[in-house]
């Protein structure tokens, strides 16, 4: 939806009583959308009281939302210049100076509304926003201080930052230099292009280091230079050369080789490499103390758990504090991050898949299918997530779905499923969302469910349960459910209708679901893709292939879309997404039909973009709710990419 203007506000400061009735007609005109016609009582009151900053701030939001943001903006900045730390002084002019298709601009002054307000939500997510859609071109030392504060909190997802602090990393003249000649050519060529340099020889940036530690890095000149840089590394130590590089890459590297699950092309020369740095060990001298060196660019290559010490690796980690520390203590090294990350994670996901209980068989051949893929490949393999305060059911869907005919929403205490729950992301969020809410999780894959039972475990998420099943079985079980989720779960079934019948047979009189499917015009540019590979052999040959293949896109094509997805950047992900053992594509008029066939009302779409919603409105004015399946498949005919992300669907009993 898009957003609509905030009411200006009465003066704060000295003056409250000045021409009371002309600022209140100022509100009067605002809220009937008399823009200007408020704008020209603001300006009147300022020649008389010109040292109010609420009516410079008032006088700029009436003039955005009448269209005329140039003359906004010097408002704000008046506003700003009288109240140095008027917060929504500095959150209007960043809206404004964005509008103006001015990011950089306005980065300063979402940082600034922050810092000012570190505990307001509404403001960190504005400036995070921000920061991931700034295309930086020069240092910005107000970007870096808020990335570095960001990372160091644990109540948000790093991934959201990752990007940020890599294109502001990659303003460095240097560093682009580096990374552009490394991409030249990659992944098919065997030497990166001219001008490249080993990440090793630059100073290890802790932005960077703590992208690469935290999260995935979505950029494929940052991946080709840590595939040239790892080999090189590795051929180094081999030939018995001393490594010079800061202490701080070696692990970072090592965690990202983690978090991407090894997705990386390894060449000839990489395994003939890794054999020698194997059968050169000394073992005894490694039992007493491993070489670290040898072990994090191994880590690079292989999982740690494979390395030939790695009992004593094991040994080490066993005696670590189970819990990272806390930020305000003294930072562990990144080495015992690795450790834990390694040795002691897995452990516990081991020691809890023991009790998870079973809820129904999975008897049916393409669910066998598909729960031996996440068996081998749980997916996502995630590290962090958004936390804030709950808030009820009822709530959410007004925010959500603001203009929808929602009904009446009984939400005090609201039981969840999340039919194909993963490793736990998505159930952890809702679990976390929702004031009071039970949840229950179910998955067909036991290795990935104790993924998130220890996530949920870690954060201290209690509201939530775990129990493998499966979603064509769970007519089985006596459980009702005030709202259902199903994210990217029944397009995988050989009958996406057949499981959603299932689960609406487990909703309770008036319950609600919130489902997601994927789009056929969306995923339509990676059919070709996924033809030119190989249905069967190695995993790892498959990924290579695929990942080739989209390498290879020529500039514009849409299946290029998928190198700005942290999917496209783990083996898991490209599993997922373009190697899954079962995969249905949908369109509008399907689901309309589907919603007919099950008794279902169509309650809106959750849209990441309001622009969407703006679209549709020109072509229907009067459905503000943008109810019409059919006119939605007008929008996406002339825009095939807008549902990328899925068809994120919102219903319930008709």
Known sequence: MARQPRAPIPPTSGGIGVALG???????????????????????????????????????????????????????????????????????????????????????????????????????????????????????????????????????????????????????????????????????????????????????????????????????????SIVFTRRELLKTLVAGDRLRIDDDWLPALALQARITEWVWPEREIDTLNLGKLDAGIDRIAEEKEPNRTRVLVRAMFRPLETDPVAAVLRTRASKLPYAE????????????????????????????????????????????????????????????????????LE????????????????????????AGCGTGRHAIQTALRYQGSDVTAIDLSRRSLSYGKRMAQDLGVRNIAFYQGDILALDRIPNRFDLIESSGVLHHLADPVAGWRKLQGLLRPDGLMRLAFYSRRARAPFDDIRASVPSHGALKERVDGIRRAVFALPEGHPGRALLRTADFYATSGVRDALLHEQESTVDLPWLETALDLLGLRFLGFELPDPAWLVEYRRRKPEDAAGLDLRAWDSVETEHPSMFLGMYQVWVRAA
């Open 22 to 224: 002309a600022l209140q007609q100022a509100g009067a005109h605002f809220r009937a959308g008399r823009y200007l016609a408020a704008a020209e009582i603001y300006r009147d009151v300022i020649r008389k009281r010109p040292k109010l900053p609420d009516l410079h701030n008032n006088l700029g939001i009436a003039l955005k939302a009448a269209g005329h943001v140039s003359d906004a903006i010097p408002c704000f900045r008046r506003a700003i210049r009288l109240k140095p730390d008027y917060v929504a002084a500095h959150a209007n002019l960043a809206s404004a100076l964005e509008v103006q298709g001015r990011p950089v601009d306005a980065i300063e002054h979402r940082v600034d509304a922050w810092r000012l307000d570190p505990e307001n939500l509404e403001q960190r997510d504005a400036l995070i926003s921000s920061l991931r859609r700034c295309p930086f071109q020069k240092p910005n030392a107000a970007a870096r201080s808020a990335l570095s504060g960001l990372f160091e909190r644990t109540d948000l997802d790093r991934q959201l930052l990752a990007g940020a602090a890599i294109r502001l990393w990659r303003t460095i003249p240097a560093v682009e230099k580096a990374l552009a000649a490394a991409a030249k050519g990659y992944p098919a060529a065997t030497e990166p292009g001219r001008g490249f340099q080993p990440l090793g020889t630059f100073l290890a940036d802790p932005l960077i280091v703590a992208a690469l530690s935290w999260a995935v890095a979505v950029d494929p000149d940052l991946e080709a």
């Open 325 to 392: 520390t806390v930020p305000e203590d003294e930072p562990e090294s990144l080495w015992v991050t690795l450790l834990r990350r390694s040795f002691l994670h897995p452990h516990t996901e081991a020691t809890l898949a023991e009790d998870i209980r079973n809820l129904t068989p999975i008897a049916d051949d393409t669910s066998a299918r598909v729960r031996s893929q996440y068996e081998e490949s749980p997916y996502p393999r995630w590290l962090s997530v958004d936390r804030r305060p709950p808030r009820s």
């Open 395 to 418: 709530e959410h869907l007004s925010r959500v779905l603001p203009s929808s005919p929602i009904g009446p929403v009984d939400s005090l205490a609201p039981r969840i499923l999340i």
